[in-house]
């Protein structure tokens, strides 16, 4: 019995020294966005992007246009709207509206479509871009859990639900 006690407690010393499991942060997981950087967005089109910029931090509100509260259509539309361009008003409207364009083309002003629901391809959500880097196109949109919020191409969770790009001005 003696002896088995001090090999017990050797097991149990030696079992205890595990390395721990890392582990990461897959959410923000970050890939690269090829854009054109070269090309200058319109005055109108900063315009446009710094109005919205005035909501960030704005509650969602499905159907809001205000301050109160605003969705992710309302937001493009009320932005356009102040710069005296007419747009329409939802989600759905918006993504045959204008021209498409192709990801790496994409400017300051321009609108961005994604798909949030699960297995579908459907246009349910829409932003504005605000700021194009290399390897980096972030956009203004209101988040149901959120509200009105800046966020990048760059995250996972937006690269993947990424449908098309559409220029109105």
């Not at 079992?15 to 005055?43: D, F, G, L």
């Not at 937001?75 to 790496?104: A, C, E, H, Q």
Request: net charge positive; aromatic share 10%.
């Amino acid at each position: 019995m003696k002896r088995l006690l001090p090999i017990l407690l050797l097991a149990l010393l030696l079992s205890s020294c595990k390395s721990k499991k890392s582990y990461s942060n897959k959410k923000r997981q970050t890939h690269t966005v090829k854009v054109n950087t070269t090309a200058k967005p319109s005055e109108e089109a900063e315009t446009i992007a710094k109005y919205a910029k005035k909501f960030n931090g704005t509650r969602y509100k499905y159907g809001g246009t205000t301050k109160r509260g605003m969705d992710c259509s309302g937001l493009v539309y009320t932005s356009f709207k102040d710069n005296k361009v007419s747009v329409p008003r939802t989600t759905r409207d918006l993504s045959s509206y204008g021209d498409w364009i192709d990801l790496k083309e994409v400017n300051v002003g321009d609108l961005v479509f994604f798909a949030t629901k699960k297995n579908s391809r459907r246009v349910n959500h829409v932003g504005i871009v605000t700021n194009v880097r290399p390897g980096n196109v972030e956009f203004i949109h209101a988040s149901t859990s959120r509200g009105v919020i800046i966020s990048s191409l760059a995250e996972k969770y937006w690269y993947f639900a990424f449908v098309q790009a559409r220029r109105v001005l």
